[in-house]
Structures are given as structure tokens and as C-alpha cells.
């Protein structure tokens, strides 16, 4: 807090009396709220939300989901496949049943499934159709960093970012609807409130795109809430984390983008409808996976999992069999010969 001095003569004992003691509350104002949690944005996830340069919250002004999303374990996994991985979670959306889990709350990097929260809080403070002009900060990657390909200047709108963003996973993409909506500070302060506000405790995010950071972490149960909240929510979501391809056409303000899934598990599994890879060093490979057969939706989470897409699609498959569907997957064939060699490719 800082004190402005004001231009005041003191010509009374009185005066100064009264001055003495409102000078003194407001020392022990300052003192107690020291005392208090602490607000820095790069706490922990339950003091997330604000900032410590500010006397509002990070986030002020913006909107969060206030509905909670909370999974309970309902089903014996002792049939499940065998999963290698360091974390996940298999579970059904519309029962809110956990049909499988594996060090479920283990705090790990989550890589770009960060881009998952980043988009629950674009669309539930920005209209799709949104102008957005992308300014330099937004393009300044590192030369290994995913992008889809858009240079300072160029004006679309939030859903074309968000496709961007979300197919082929453009830092670029998500760098632009945060800093050149209401800045990164304050939206990375929307993204933590969210959290927060979900009911969930594992996660706490510093970007919007998920370069590796420390302080930067999820657990695949928080990955499948918040993943669950923005299916719920938005239908431009769910239409745009299922798309093998996308077209951007033309428009005075950019050029036509032509857009390929990374997902390769929406080729892998026909059921599949989304949602969202990622890997860095640090994290693995990471999948957000959905998939929809016969009114069930079933979401799964692999953290830091090998050959993610496969066994994603493995296990969502054994999740339908579970819920008395079929299963669609080939079944295995026994190895002909001791000698034959695995694929590489899973």
C-alpha cells in the first residue's frame, strides 16, 4: 500500500490527537492484512486468484463456471487393462462415475492440455465471434514452439483462435486471446479462479499455452473436471476439439489457414471426439481423450503415458465394455513366434 502524504497543517492538539489514531488504525489494517493468505499469483492453487500488485482480484471483471464438477469411484478396475502411465483417470461424464484411476491427484506438468482451461475461460468471457488483433508479444515463440501461423497485425475472431489454439495446439493461438484480450496476468488469474471455483485443488497454471513451469501443474482428475465443464458448456467446444481438419478461410483481416488435427487419436478410434494432446520434456506425453458410442460419454486422462493415443484408445474401449456396449477394437491375435519384434509405434 502506498501512502499518499496530504497537504495538512496542524495548528490544534486536538487535531493531531485524532490524526495519531486514525494513523494507527490503519497501520494495524495494513499489519493485518499482511498477516493474511497469501495473494501473489505465483502461489498455490487455493490463492491462485489474485495478485499481490493489486487491491482486486487478478481476474476482476471477468466470469468463471461456478459449478462444480466432482467424480466418485463406482467400479472395481481390478479387469481394467493394464496402463502405463503416471497418472489418469477413466470416467463418465453424465454419471459422474470414475471407471478407472491411477495416482489420479498426483500433481505432474500438464503440458498443453493447460489450453483446455484456457479455453473454458475465453468462451465464458468472450463472444466467438470476437475480433481479436494480434499483436507482437502474441507471435514471440521460441523456435520449437507449436504455432499455427500467425503474424502481428492479423485480426480474427476468438473462435478462429481458439481452433487454432485447440487443433493444432498454436501457442501463437493462445498467447493472442490472452494478451491481446485482457492481458496475460489478469486471464492466467480467470484460469486459476476457475479452478478454484470447479472445486478442484490440484492445478495451479502460469500460462496460457503450458510451457514447462514449476509452478505449473494439474492432476488428471482436475484435467477430466475441467475438460467435463467446458463439454457441458459450450457446444463450440465440443465441435471444435472433434475436427480431423480445419479450413479457415480467407478474410481482410488474415489469410486462409488450413488446419491438421495433432489428435491422432481421433484417427485411431472412431468413437473418439476430442480432446487434446500434449507433451513438453518434462511432462511426457499427455492425452485428454473423449469418446461418445450409444449416449455414453467417456472422458480419460493419461499423464506422462507412452504410446498415449493407443492406450487412450484402449481404454476408453474397455470403459464401453464396462458400460454393456461392445467392444470395438480387433481382438488381439497371439504372437506368432518369440522372435517377432514389437512394433515401434505401439
Same mark, same amino acid.
Given at each position: 500500500?502506498r501512502?499518499?502524504?496530504?497537504?495538512?497543517v496542524?495548528?490544534?492538539p486536538?487535531?493531531l490527537?485524532?490524526l495519531?489514531? @486514525? $494513523?494507527?488504525?490503519?497501520? %494495524?489494517? !495494513?499489519?493485518?492484512?499482511?498477516? *493474511?493468505?497469501a495473494?501473489?499469483? #505465483?502461489?498455490? &492453487?487455493?490463492?491462485?486468484?489474485t495478485?499481490?500488485?493489486?487491491?482486486?482480484?487478478?481476474?476482476?471483471?471477468?466470469?468463471?463456471?461456478?459449478?462444480?464438477?466432482q467424480?466418485?469411484?463406482?467400479t472395481?478396475?481390478?479387469t481394467?487393462?493394464?496402463?502405463?502411465?503416471?497418472?489418469?483417470i477413466l470416467?463418465?461424464?453424465?454419471?459422474?462415475?470414475?471407471?478407472?484411476?491411477?495416482?489420479?491427484?498426483?500433481?505432474?506438468?500438464?503440458a498443453?492440455?493447460?489450453?483446455?482451461v484456457?479455453?473454458?475461460v475465453?468462451?465464458?468471457?468472450?463472444?466467438?465471434?470476437?475480433?481479436?488483433?494480434?499483436?507482437a508479444?502474441?507471435?514471440?515463440?521460441?523456435w520449437?514452439?507449436s504455432?499455427?501461423? @500467425? $503474424?502481428?497485425?492479423?485480426? %480474427?475472431? !476468438?473462435?478462429?483462435?481458439?481452433t *487454432?489454439?485447440?487443433?493444432?495446439? #498454436?501457442?501463437? &493461438?493462445?498467447?493472442?486471446?490472452?494478451?491481446?484480450t485482457?492481458?496475460?496476468?489478469?486471464?492466467?488469474?480467470a484460469?486459476?479462479?476457475?479452478?478454484?471455483?470447479?472445486?478442484?485443488?490440484d492445478?495451479?497454471?502460469?500460462?496460457?499455452?503450458g510451457?514447462?513451469d514449476?509452478?505449473?501443474?494439474?492432476?488428471?482428475?482436475?484435467l477430466?473436471a475441467?475438460?467435463?465443464?467446458?463439454?457441458?458448456?459450450?457446444p463450440?467446444?465440443?465441435?471444435i476439439?472433434?475436427?480431423?481438419?480445419?479450413?479457415?478461410?480467407?478474410?481482410?483481416?488474415h489469410?486462409?489457414?488450413?488446419?491438421?488435427?495433432?489428435?491422432?487419436?481421433?484417427a485411431?478410434?472412431?468413437?473418439?471426439?476430442?480432446?487434446?494432446?500434449g507433451?513438453?520434456?518434462?511432462?511426457g506425453?499427455?492425452?485428454?481423450?473423449?469418446?461418445?458410442r450409444?449416449?455414453h460419454?467417456?472422458?480419460?486422462?493419461?499423464?506422462?503415458?507412452?504410446?498415449?493415443?493407443s492406450q487412450s484408445?484402449r481404454?476408453?474401449?474397455?470403459?464401453?465394455?464396462?458400460?454393456g456396449?461392445?467392444?470395438?477394437?480387433?481382438?488381439?491375435?497371439?504372437t506368432?513366434?518369440a522372435?517377432?519384434?514389437?512394433?515401434?509405434?505401439g
Open positions: 500500500m501512502l499518499v502524504a496530504m497537504p495538512l496542524l495548528r490544534r486536538s487535531t490527537a485524532v495519531v489514531v @486514525l $494513523a494507527t488504525i490503519c497501520a %494495524l489494517a !495494513v499489519v493485518s492484512g499482511r498477516a *493474511g493468505p495473494t501473489a499469483l #505465483g502461489a498455490r &492453487a487455493d490463492s491462485a486468484n495478485a499481490a500488485d493489486l487491491t482486486r482480484a487478478a481476474w476482476y471483471g471477468m466470469s468463471v463456471d461456478r459449478d462444480p464438477v467424480f466418485a469411484a463406482t472395481d478396475a481390478g481394467a487393462p493394464t496402463v502405463n502411465t503416471r497418472a489418469g470416467v463418465d461424464i453424465d454419471s459422474n462415475a470414475i471407471l478407472w484411476q491411477q495416482n489420479a491427484h498426483a500433481q505432474l506438468p500438464p498443453s492440455t493447460t489450453k483446455i484456457s479455453a473454458l475465453a468462451l465464458a468471457n468472450f463472444n466467438p465471434s470476437r475480433p481479436v488483433t494480434v499483436t508479444d502474441a507471435v514471440h515463440l521460441a520449437d514452439e504455432r499455427m501461423g @500467425l $503474424a502481428a497485425g492479423q485480426t %480474427l475472431t !476468438v473462435r478462429e483462435l481458439l *487454432g489454439m485447440l487443433v493444432v495446439s #498454436g501457442n501463437d &493461438a493462445a498467447n493472442a486471446i490472452a494478451t491481446d485482457v492481458g496475460v496476468e489478469r486471464f492466467v488469474g484460469m486459476n479462479a476457475q479452478v478454484a471455483a470447479l472445486g478442484l485443488h492445478s495451479h497454471f502460469t500460462t496460457p499455452v510451457l514447462q514449476p509452478d505449473q501443474y494439474s492432476s488428471a482428475y482436475d477430466a475441467i475438460a467435463t465443464a467446458a463439454v457441458r458448456r459450450f463450440v467446444f465440443r465441435d476439439v472433434a475436427m480431423r481438419t480445419a479450413d479457415l478461410a480467407a478474410t481482410p483481416g489469410p486462409e489457414f488450413f488446419l491438421q488435427s495433432i489428435n491422432q487419436l481421433l485411431m478410434y472412431p468413437a473418439a471426439v476430442g480432446i487434446k494432446p507433451w513438453t520434456a518434462d511432462a506425453y499427455c492425452e485428454v481423450g473423449m469418446a461418445v450409444d449416449g460419454r467417456l472422458i480419460s486422462v493419461l499423464l506422462n503415458a507412452p504410446y498415449s493415443y484408445r481404454l476408453l474401449d474397455w470403459g464401453f465394455v464396462q458400460e456396449l461392445a467392444s470395438t477394437l480387433p481382438t488381439p491375435t497371439p506368432p513366434t522372435t517377432a519384434k514389437p512394433s515401434p509405434h
